[in-house]
Every structure is written in structure tokens, then in C-alpha cells.
């Protein structure tokens, strides 16, 4: 009789997390915005296609980068200084492109705001990957690279063939979890 009173707690509990997580995981869905058409015009990437040619201006020095394209394979993280979850997962993005090194996934971040702000944001919270700005708008970059909801921080994985291989809504809480979700 113990035994089975042990077994259905146990169950209970079980079973009253995974409810809790489900309740959790489609709140933070429903709480995302519709998907909003492109532009006229604008060609969307799917994931599985090469990414349109992209260069963006570095935040320090202004020069031209390129974001796509053949090389190595690329995290791009779309973010901005007045976004919360964005302030919070910087410092992991930067943890995770120093145990990168010079040979695992290039990490680059893309601003979407003004330099001046970005910049300021950097002295509060300084990183060392690789950072662009881009002005926002109905038809940047995040949006030809899927980023159809308009949501921040949106992250995409792009191959070594410039494929774009993933997109991510939302932060990620901590190194390991873009571990995982960058495994290919």
C-alpha cells in the first residue's frame, strides 16, 4: 500500500509539472506577435536556403562586414539596447563565442537601433564577438533573414555554404543552451 501511495504522489507531481510547463510554453507563444507579411518586394529566406548576399557596417569602425555568404558557420543575433531579454543574454552570447575560439561558430550581433545608442550600451555591458548596426525598420535584415514577427532578440544559424540553417525567438538563458540549439 505504501509503495502505491509513493507511486501516485510521484505521478501527481510528475504529471503537475509537465502541466505547468505546457501552461508556460504556449503562454509564451500566444504572448508572441502574428507573423506580419514582408514588404513588396522582399524575398523571405526559408530556412534551408542561401541567405541573400548581406554587409552591414561594424559598430567600432564603420566598415563594411559580411554577414552572409561562404565561410564559416555564423550565429547572428539580432538585438537593441531597450530590449530586456536582449541586455540579459549578451554577456551569454559573449560566453559562448569565447569558448568558440577562432575556429568554431562566429558569433555576430546586430544592432538594430542608431550607433550612438549601441555604443552607449557597450560601455554598460561590454563583448568582445563581432557587432553591426543596421537601422530597424519593416524591412531589415532580421526580416529577409525570417524574422517576421518582429520579436527580440532573434537569432539565426547560417552553415559554412551561407544556408540559413535555424532561427530562434527570445534569449537564450545561458551557454549551454546555444550550445544545443547551434549543434547542427
Not at 80 to 93: H, T
Not at 113 to 132: D, G, K, T
Amino acid at each position: 500500500m505504501k509503495r502505491d501511495a509513493v507511486f501516485t504522489w510521484g505521478a501527481i507531481v510528475l504529471l503537475g509539472g509537465l502541466s505547468a510547463w505546457l501552461g508556460w510554453w504556449l503562454g509564451q507563444r500566444a504572448l508572441w506577435p502574428e507573423e506580419k507579411p514582408a514588404p513588396p518586394g522582399m524575398v523571405v529566406t526559408e530556412v534551408g536556403s542561401l541567405a541573400p548576399p548581406l554587409s552591414l557596417p561594424d559598430l567600432r569602425s564603420g566598415e563594411p562586414v559580411a554577414v552572409t555568404g561562404p565561410g564559416r558557420m555564423r550565429l547572428v543575433n539580432y538585438w537593441a539596447s531597450w530590449c530586456g531579454p536582449c541586455r540579459k543574454e549578451m554577456p551569454v552570447l559573449d560566453a559562448f563565442s569565447r569558448q568558440q575560439g577562432g575556429n568554431g561558430i562566429k558569433v555576430m550581433g546586430i544592432a538594430l537601433e542608431s550607433r550612438e545608442e549601441a555604443l552607449a550600451f557597450l560601455r554598460e555591458v561590454p563583448v568582445e564577438f563581432q557587432l553591426l548596426v543596421e537601422n530597424p525598420g519593416p524591412g531589415d535584415s532580421s526580416v529577409q533573414l525570417g524574422n517576421l514577427r518582429g520579436i527580440l532578440p532573434y537569432t539565426v544559424l547560417i552553415d559554412a555554404d551561407g544556408r540559413l540553417v535555424k532561427t530562434h525567438y527570445g534569449a537564450f538563458p545561458d551557454p549551454e543552451s546555444v550550445r544545443e540549439w547551434a549543434r547542427p
